[in-house]
Each structure stands twice: as structure tokens, then as C-alpha cells.
């Protein structure tokens, strides 16, 4: 399985932004598609995940309101738009998958056994 992440670049604050991931196979095969993010000297951090059963969606409290997750299965491809793009959302942003990861542990990292190579987002100021 490869998950190939894209749509990162400069922005201005208060701009919109829209990252894709593709996967290579259909994305509804797994149980759960993240995003996170981990800027400079920091952490992976959880940003997003949509459940595909239930079709559920989850944000960080950082990021709640401004971004949503979204998908296309007929292009095994999700996305991120980003809106109201701050200074603090600079980072470089990866997609995830996990086919057995469980709710209470989607924000980890460790949850997803699928990794995007990251695309860096940056927000200027």
C-alpha cells in the first residue's frame, strides 16, 4: 500500500490550502485515513481522521473549524482543506492509514501502519 501526499506550498495567513493524499489502492479497504502534522522540533501531531464505516470525522481542538476532511473513493484519494491558514499550522503534513486501529487510539501515530511521504505546508505571516 502507498499513500502519496501533495498540495503543500506557501501561504499567507488566512488563506486556504487544499493537501491530497492518493492511495493506491481503495481507501474504503481501511478502517481509518489521519492526517498529522509535526512542524520544527516537535512532535507528530494528530490533526484529522475519517472513519469509513460510519463515516465519521475527527479534528485536534487546533485545527476544529478550520479544516475538514474529506474523500473521493472513486480516486481512492483524501483530502485536507485547510481554511483560515495560521502561522502555528506551518508543518510538514503527512496522511496515515490503519486497517485495526481502534478509537481511542486514532490520534496516535503509532495507530497507523500506512505512512505518506509528507508535504510542507508553510504560513507566512
Known amino acids: 500500500v502507498q499513500l502519496q501526499a501533495s498540495g503543500g506550498g506557501l501561504m499567507q495567513a488566512g488563506g486556504s490550502l487544499r493537501l491530497s493524499c492518493a492511495a493506491s489502492e481503495r481507501a474504503s479497504s481501511f478502517r481509518a485515513v489521519g492526517w498529522f502534522r509535526q512542524a520544527p522540533g516537535k512532535e507528530r501531531e494528530f490533526v484529522a481522521a475519517?472513519?469509513?464505516?460510519?463515516?465519521?470525522?475527527y479534528y485536534s481542538d487546533s485545527v476544529k473549524g478550520r479544516f475538514t476532511i474529506t474523500s473521493d473513493n472513486a480516486k481512492n484519494t483524501v483530502y485536507l482543506e485547510m481554511n483560515s491558514l495560521k502561522p502555528e499550522d506551518t508543518a510538514v503534513y503527512y496522511c496515515?492509514?490503519?486497517?485495526?486501529?481502534?478509537?481511542?487510539?486514532?490520534?496516535?501515530?503509532?495507530?497507523?501502519?500506512?505512512w505518506g511521504q509528507g508535504t510542507l505546508v508553510t504560513v507566512s505571516s
Open positions: 496515515a492509514a490503519g486497517s485495526s486501529l481502534i478509537l481511542s487510539s486514532m490520534r496516535e501515530p503509532a495507530s497507523y501502519g500506512y
Open positions: 475519517r472513519w469509513w464505516r460510519t463515516g465519521s470525522t
